[in-house]
């Protein structure tokens, strides 16, 4: 079991910068591929950015890349996601999840645990 506590949301103005970061439990947090996926109110949960168990390999939607960045610390059970030029676009619930594979996987079903969330919103 693995149970994962997001924080760091907040509003802010397009242009801005955010940190979220995830907070995981469990003694086999190095063994899970981590993920960022967000939803905007009326939409489908879509794919942010992921990173694999060791932190060498990451990726990222088209729509945030070059401006989000991903990273972890094992010995810490965290995953953070740096979010930098923020755009009223990317309001949305942020959500941490973890998925038992060594694989960069992109897709909700591929995940075995989430976060409950945490709201982003970008003013214009």
């Known amino acids: 079991q693995v149970q994962l506590v997001e924080s760091g949301g907040g509003l802010v103005q397009a242009g801005d910068s955010l940190r979220l970061s995830c907070a995981a439990s469990?003694?086999?947090?190095?063994?899970?591929?981590m993920g960022w996926f967000r939803q905007a109110p009326g939409k489908e949960r879509e794919f942010v950015a992921v990173?694999?168990?060791?932190?060498?390999?990451?990726y990222y939607a088209d729509s945030v890349k070059g401006r989000f960045a991903i990273s972890r610390v094992n010995a810490k059970n965290t995953v953070d996601l740096q979010m930098n030029s923020l755009k009223p676009e990317d309001t949305a619930v942020y959500y941490c999840?973890?998925?038992?594979?060594?694989?960069?996987?992109?897709?909700?079903?591929?995940?075995?645990?989430w976060g409950q969330g945490t709201q982003v919103t970008v003013s214009s």
């Open positions: 999840a973890a998925a038992l594979t060594v694989s960069l996987v992109i897709t909700t079903r591929a995940y075995d645990y």
């Open positions: 469990g003694r086999t947090f190095s063994s899970y591929a």
């Open positions: 990173i694999n168990w060791s932190g060498d390999s990451t």
